[in-house]
């Protein structure tokens, strides 16, 4: 199942990504979430998705984040302990 993350993702919309990705824990098929759409984040975001991949894991399940991460935020998903987030030609 695919996930496009669309606008702004800082702490006043947090909760409503965590209650989509909660409800797509419930189901079988593996999630993959695309942040090409994210156009604000501040580091709520990376906490949050940092949050739902051990949260997946836990419950034996898959969520992927595809690379897709807009150039302007790739420091901050550096930083937040997502290099997979920053392709090696951009570091």
């Known amino acids: 199942m695919l996930v496009q993350l669309?606008?702004?993702y800082r702490v006043e919309r947090v909760a409503e990504l965590k209650a989509e990705l909660l409800a797509c824990l419930c189901r079988e098929e593996p999630v993959e979430l695309?942040?090409?759409g994210v156009d604000d984040v501040d580091p709520s975001f990376f906490l949050l998705l940092q949050s739902a991949v051990r949260?997946?894991?836990?419950y034996g399940k898959s969520l992927v984040l595809r690379h897709d991460l807009p150039a302007r935020f790739r420091r901050e998903a550096a930083w937040a302990g997502f290099p997979e987030?920053?392709?090696?030609?951009?570091a």
């Open 6 to 8: 669309e606008g702004g």
């Open 85 to 90: 987030l920053v392709p090696q030609d951009a």
């Open 55 to 58: 949260t997946y894991e836990q």
């Open 34 to 36: 695309s942040l090409s």
